[in-house]
C-alpha cells in the first residue's frame, strides 16, 4: 500500500537521524534549564529509555548529585539522588573512566540499586556527558534485550547533547540570574534574581530577603506544597517540580512553577535550595512539547487496572492531537476487546464495531480488518492519511486520517490504539514522536494491568463463591445484604456478612471483617464463616459461638485477625442477643423513626486473646424494628472519624422507608468512599402472624420416665385442642422417641413439643452425638430396633440434627388427616 506511512520502515531515516533532527530541533535556550529537560526527554523517545537523568559533581567534589530526570519514578529501579564520587557505583565508573558503560539485569543483580529496586529485571546505561563539568547521563530500560545498537547510538547523542545549565550562585551577596533563587535552609533568607520579584509584585526596595514575605503573598490552599520545598525536613537532595499561584492586585491569581534542587553543605556552609520560578501561563504547551511523554509515564506508574491504563492514554493522547476519536482494546487471541471509547457513544463509531458491541464497550475481531491485523504483526505505529483506501471498520475511525499503535510489551502484543481524526490532518514528526514514545510505555503498562486484573478477577471470583449466594426467607422478618469492594488498589478484602436459620424461629445476623486485602483474607473470611455457621447450628448461645470461632482462629495461627457482630434474633418474642468481638455495634432503627447505636459491650477481635470473654448484650425489637450490621469502610475513611460515621448512619437510617429494604441498603451505599471494602446487612423485624405453641418436659431416669411423658403429652394436647383420634399417632412417637433416648444414651433427656398450622412436631434432645440408624431388615425373633421404623411410618418427616454437646431426633406429624 504504496500510502501507507510507517514509523521505522526500511528507507526512511533511521532512528539516529530521527534523533539528531529532533535535538537540532529543540528551539530553548542554549543556557535554560528548561532545555536539559527537553534534551533527556529524546532519550524516552528514541534511545528506548523508560527513565533518563544526569548527575554531575556537587561544588564539595564529594558527590555525584542528581541535577535532572525525566520518565517514570527512579524509585523504581532504586536509584538515588546522589552517588559517592570515590564509591562503587555506574555513574562513580563512568565519571573515574570517562567510558561508558551497559549492565544487564545479571550484572545489576548484586548491586545496591537493584537490592532496592521493586522491580530487578531491567537494563541500566550511564554515559559521559562531555565538557569540563564530569557530568553523566544514566538510562534505564526495561525492555527484554534491553538498549540495541540503535539504542546506543541515540543515547550517545543525547550525552553529546547535554549541556548543564548554568547554576545560581549560592553563595551570599552573589548575584543570580533574572528568573533564579538561592535559599538557605537553616536561617530562611533567600535570595532571589529580579524576574522573580516582578511575578510576586514586589521590587527590589520592597523585599526584606526573607521567604515568609514571598509565602504570604501564595493562595492559602498551595502553602502546604510550598512548605514541603522550603522545609529542610521534608526537601531530600535531587530536583523538585512543583506549581502554585500568587495572589494579584486585581484578577485571578497566577500560576507559577518552581523548579528546585536541595544542595548539601559544607563546613560553614548551610544547606541551599537553589533553583528557578518562571511564570507557568507562558510556558509552551504545543504538541511539540514532548514532556507529554514524562506525564504520560507518571500516570501508567500509578494506573492499576487495564481501565486506569486506557484512561491514562486517551487521556494524554486525545487533547494534543486534537483527534475526533480514540479507542484502547487489548489483544485477546484474535479479538480486540476493547476497554475505552472517547467518545463512548456507539453512534460514534463504524457500523461493524455497532454489531460487535457485548456489554459496555465493542469486542472487534481482527479478522475483520485485515489493515489492522497486519499493523500488529508488524508492531509499529503506522499512520494512514486522508483518503488512504482502508477497509470499513477503520476508514470510519478515522475519514481525516488514521493512526495505529500497536502496544508492544514482553515480546507480544498487548494491544493497539486507534486514533482518528474527521477531517484531513497533517501528521507532523512530533507527532510521530509523540506517538512511538507512547506506545512502548503503554503497552508495558497494559501488560502489567492484565496481570493485576487476572489476579483481581480470581481473588474476587474466590470471595463471591465464599459470600452467601442469596439470603434465607424468614419467618416474621426480611433480610437484605450489600457488599462492595474498594477501590483503593482493588484488592479483594476479608468484609462478610451471613444470614443462618436456626432452631424454633430463631436467626443468627453475621457480619464480619478480616484484616487486610488479600487473598489470604478472602479464604480466611470464607473460613471463619463457615465455621461460624456451623457452631450456630449446633445450637450453642451467642457468646460460645463466638468463642469456638476465637479458639479456631487462634489453632489457625494465622498473623491475621478478625472483627465479628454475631446477633440472635427470636423471631417469636421480638428479643435479640448481641455479642461482637472488636466489631461495630448495630444500629437500630425502630418503628417511630428514632434510630440508636446498641450499647453491646463488646470483646476483643478473634484470633487475638485465646482466653477472651465475649459478653451478651440484650436487644429488645417491635415489630417494624430495621436492625443494621455494617463492616468500618461504610464509616470510616482518612478524612471521617469512625463515630462521626455512625452517627451518619443512624441520621440516613432515620430518614429511610423500611418499607423497602433494598431500597433503604442501597441508599446507604450511595456516598460510600470506597476507600475499603464494605458489607451491609439489613433485617427488619415484622413479627410472626401465627406464633407457635411450646411446651417442654424434662425426661427423668426412672421406670415410669416413659409413662410420664405420655400423659404429659396427652394433657398438653388436650389444652391445645388436638382431636382425640390425632393424639394416638402422637402418642406413639413420643413414646419410641423417648424409649430411644433412655435406652441408648446416658446424660439429661428433653423433650419438646410445638404446634403450628395444624402441624405437631415431636423432638427429643440427649447428650449422645450418635445419630439413630434404621434397620434395614428385621427378623422375626428380634426383639428391638422396631421403633424408628414405626417413627417413620407415623411421621410426615423426621431426621436428626446435631445440638450443644449432643442430638435431637425430630418427627413431624400432620394432624386432621
Partial sequence: MADVVSEGAAGRRTSRLRAEGALKALSVEPDSPERLRRVL?????????????????????????????????????????????????????????????????????????????????????????????????????????????DDRACLELVAEAVAIPG?????????????????????????????????FGLGPAEFDGKVETLLGLTVPE?????????????????????????????????????????????????????????????????????????????????????????HAVVTALRKPLRADRIALAGLEGDRLVVTVLDPPEPESWPELWRLEWRTEWPDAPVRAMPTLAAALRDGRAQIWPAGTPL??????????????????????????????????????????????????????????????????????????????????????AEAVARYLPTTAGLEVGGDWYDVIPLHDNHVALVIGDVQGHSAAAATLMGQMRTALRAYAAEGHPPDVVVHHANRLLMDMETDLFATCCYVDVDLEEGSAWCVRAGHLPPVLRHPDGSTEIAEAEGGPPLGVLRQAAFPMTPLGLQPGTVVALTTDGLVESADADIDDGMDRLAQELARSDPAHLGLVADAL????????????????????????????????????????????????????????????????????????????????????????????RVAVADASPRTPVKPTSISWEATGGRGILLVEAMSAAWGTVPVSGGKQVWSEIALGG
Fill in 41 to 149: 526527554e529524546q532519550a524516552l523517545v528514541f534511545g528506548g529509555a523508560s527513565f533518563a537523568a544526569v548527575y554531575t559533581p556537587s561544588e564539595d567534589g564529594e558527590l555525584l548529585c542528581l541535577i535532572e530526570a525525566v520518565g517514570v519514578p527512579r524509585t523504581l529501579y532504586g536509584l538515588r539522588d546522589g552517588y559517592a564520587l570515590t564509591g562503587r557505583s555506574p555513574v562513580a565508573d563512568v565519571h573515574r573512566t570517562g567510558r561508558a558503560v551497559w549492565l544487564a539485569p545479571a550484572q545489576l543483580a548484586d548491586s545496591a540499586e537493584s537490592r532496592r529496586a521493586p522491580s530487578r529485571d531491567f537494563h541500566l546505561a550511564a554515559l559521559p556527558a562531555p565538557g569540563d563539568g564530569g557530568g553523566c547521563l544514566l538510562a534505564v530500560s526495561e525492555g527484554p534485550g534491553g538498549f540495541d545498537t
Fill in 669 to 760: 451505599l450511595v456516598d460510600a468512599r470506597r476507600s475499603d471494602d464494605i458489607a451491609l446487612l439489613l433485617m427488619r423485624y415484622d413479627g410472626m402472624a401465627v406464633r407457635p405453641l411450646r411446651e417442654s418436659w424434662t425426661v427423668w431416669r426412672v421406670p415410669e420416665a416413659v409413662g410420664h411423658a405420655r400423659r404429659f403429652t396427652r394433657r398438653t394436647l388436650r389444652t391445645w385442642g388436638v382431636p382425640p383420634h390425632d393424639m394416638d399417632a402422637v402418642l406413639l412417637v413420643v413414646c419410641e422417641l423417648v424409649t430411644n433416648a433412655l435406652v441408648h444414651t446416658d446424660g439429661r433427656v428433653r423433650l419438646d413439643l410445638t404446634l403450628v398450622n395444624q402441624r405437631m
Fill in 167 to 199: 547554576r545560581p550562585a549560592v553563595a551570599e551577596g552573589g548575584e543570580l540570574p533574572p528568573g533564579a533563587f538561592s535559599l538557605a535552609m537553616d536561617s530562611g533568607r533567600v535570595e532571589v534574581g529580579e524576574d522573580i520579584l516582578t511575578l
Fill in 391 to 476: 477497509e470499513p471498520a477503520l476508514a470510519e475511525v478515522g475519514p481525516g486520517g488514521l493512526a495505529v499503535l500497536p502496544l508492544p510489551a514482553g515480546g507480544r502484543m498487548a494491544g493497539a490504539c486507534l486514533i482518528g481524526w474527521d477531517t484531513p490532518h497533517e501528521f507532523g514528526p512530533d507527532e510521530r514522536a509523540l506517538l512511538t514514545a507512547s506506545a512502548g510505555l503503554a503497552g508495558q503498562a497494559l501488560m502489567r494491568a492484565h496481570a493485576f486484573d487476572a489476579e483481581h478477577e480470581l481473588v474476587g471470583m474466590l470471595q463471591r463463591q465464599l459470600l452467601p449466594r442469596r439470603l434465607p426467607r424468614l419467618p416474621g
Fill in 222 to 310: 498551595d502553602l502546604p506544597s510550598l512548605m514541603s520545598v522550603v522545609e529542610a525536613d521534608h526537601m531530600s537532595i535531587g530536583d523538585r517540580e512543583l506549581e502554585f499561584r500568587v495572589l494579584q492586585p486585581s484578577g485571578p491569581p497566577r500560576w507559577l512553577r518552581l523548579r528546585g534542587r536541595l544542595v548539601p553543605g559544607g563546613e560553614g556552609r548551610p544547606a541551599r535550595l537553589v533553583g528557578t520560578v518562571a511564570d507557568a501561563s507562558t510556558l509552551r504547551a504545543e504538541i511539540t512539547d514532548v514532556a507529554r511523554v514524562q506525564r504520560l509515564a507518571a500516570a501508567l506508574a500509578t494506573a492499576v487496572t487495564v481501565r486506569d491504563v486506557s
